[in-house]
């Protein structure tokens, strides 16, 4: 009857409301937790962002410390060279006059007394080591103001070697310590490097092992194995050697390693500048 197909269409449409209701109420929480969702991502992306703020607030702090930093070493470094220059100056004038009268006292030694001939002796070897001194404080300088201004070069060792090893027979001699070179047996390539701070880290190191060796002694000179590309050169001597736990303060300037009032004369730097030497 009519009334009952309209009691089934209220029925029908009272179960499809249901579902509706249902349905809306699901999709309302699911759209409750999407925007949850939505919150924290904009809170950790909030955050992250704040992070990332400081970061790049620290990395400009650094940087400008890090420019401060360099002007200052650049500052100090120039006003490093100056004074050495200055003081070069100022210690070679006397020193000059000091070594030059001694000289012409050692041109009339027949005119002295024989007790003021040892002194005459003692003023000129002392002049002769406080210039050197005076050089190789200089020449440390020099190495760290100018690596950029090097003049690499293709550069015989062996050649280089050998010449150096004339400049410290003499003083080999006097102790009769032997000087093997074992570069001279054979060829050695050339290396790319600057001339002039090569020649001075090749006498440096060959007059300490001179210098730091025993009477009677010997040094060898020798190359080793060493990665494709490169040379290396060794220099070995017969000395006392170092402790192993003193070996780090062995390139250190002006480090004697408890030596300063020992029978070597020297002021603890030629290694120094053969560390700091970029070749």
């Known amino acids: 009857s009519t009334a009952d197909r309209r009691k089934g269409e209220r029925s029908f449409d009272a179960k499809v409301d249901g579902d509706e209701i249902g349905q809306t109420q699901a999709a309302v929480e699911l759209f409750a937790v999407t925007l949850e969702r939505l919150r924290e991502t904009q809170d950790e992306l909030e955050t992250r962002n704040r992070r990332l703020a400081l ?13 401060i930093a360099r002007r200052l070493a650049e500052s100090a470094s120039t006003a490093k060279s100056d004074f050495l220059a200055s003081m070069s100056h100022e210690l070679r004038t006397p020193l000059n006059a000091i070594s030059g009268f001694a000289q012409l006292l050692a041109a009339e030694r027949d005119k002295l007394d024989e007790d003021l001939h040892e002194c005459v002796d003692t003023i000129l070897s002392s002049s002769d080591r ?3 001194m005076i050089d190789q404080v200089l020449d440390l300088s020099h190495i760290e103001t100018t690596a950029e201004n090097l003049a690499p070069e293709s550069v015989d060792p062996g050649a280089v070697l050998g010449d150096t090893l004339d400049r410290v027979r003499a003083q080999a001699a006097e102790r009769k310590i032997t000087i093997n070179n074992l570069l001279a047996h054979h ?6 490097i600057d001339h002039a701070l090569f020649s001075q880290v090749s006498l440096n190191l060959l007059s300490n092992a001179v210098k730091f060796n025993r009477d009677g002694g010997n040094v060898e000179i020798r190359s080793a194995e060493a990665p494709e590309g490169f040379v ?3 220099v070995a001597d017969s000395g006392v050697g170092v402790p192993g736990d003193q070996t780090n303060r062995l390139f ?5 390693l408890g030596q300063e009032a020992g029978r070597i004369q020297g002021a603890g730097i030629g290694l120094a500048i053969a560390a700091e030497t970029p070749v």
């Open 232 to 234: 290396r050169l060794e």
């Open 55 to 67: 970061e790049v607030e620290e990395h400009k702090k650094t940087e400008a410390e890090m420019h």
């Open 252 to 256: 250190h300037a002006f480090e004697r």
């Open 187 to 192: 060829k050695t390539p050339n290396i790319h």
């Open 130 to 132: 406080l210039g050197a």
